[in-house]
């Protein structure tokens, strides 16, 4: 494991993960409470770092531990039910992949650089993750204007 791979990973993942906790808060009625998302990005995002440079481990595992984990957090510390749980954080993820997609092709016809070239470019790749992180988090914050919070949801 190299230090540069560690935070190239954590800088802009942490953000993401957050936004995918929060927007998955928000689509469950949720409201963010940011003292408790934050946190919960760092402990994931570090979570699958390791679960993604663990030897022998197929690729893409780590969102699928992530969906497993974090749906069954929403579903234990909330009064979302497992079943809503699943569908939200699943919907969130989807967006995450989906923003990834879109902001990398982007980057790439702006830039006309190849996806080897924007890769290696540390600065680059970095942005295009922050990019995807806000969208989430301002998808979550949008979220909550048209879904109302349940100021009841949290059960901690």
């Known amino acids: 494991m190299k230090c540069n791979d560690f935070w190239l990973f954590l800088i802009p993942g942490i953000p993401e993960v957050a936004g995918v ?5 928000a689509l469950g009625a949720v409201p963010l ?3 408790r998302i934050i946190p919960a990005g760092v402990v994931l995002a570090i979570l699958f770092y390791v679960i993604r440079i663990s030897p022998g481990v197929p690729l893409f595992t780590h ?4 969906l497993l984990i974090l749906v069954l957090i929403i579903a234990h510390t909330t009064k979302v039910p497992l079943s809503k749980s699943f569908i939200i954080v699943f919907t969130s993820m989807a967006l995450l992949a989906i923003l990834e997609y879109l902001i990398t092709e982007l980057f790439l016809w702006i830039s006309r650089l ?12 970095l ?10 988090i301002l998808a ?14 949290w059960k901690l």
């Open 21 to 25: 906790i929060a927007l998955s808060l």
């Open 33 to 35: 409470r940011w003292g």
């Open 63 to 66: 969102m699928v531990v992530g």
């Open 114 to 125: 190849s996806i080897e070239a924007l890769c290696s470019n540390n600065l680059l790749w």
């Open 127 to 136: 942005f295009s993750g922050l990019f995807q992180a806000f969208l989430m």
């Open 140 to 153: 979550a914050i949008i979220t909550t204007k048209y879904i109302k919070p349940d100021r009841e949801a």
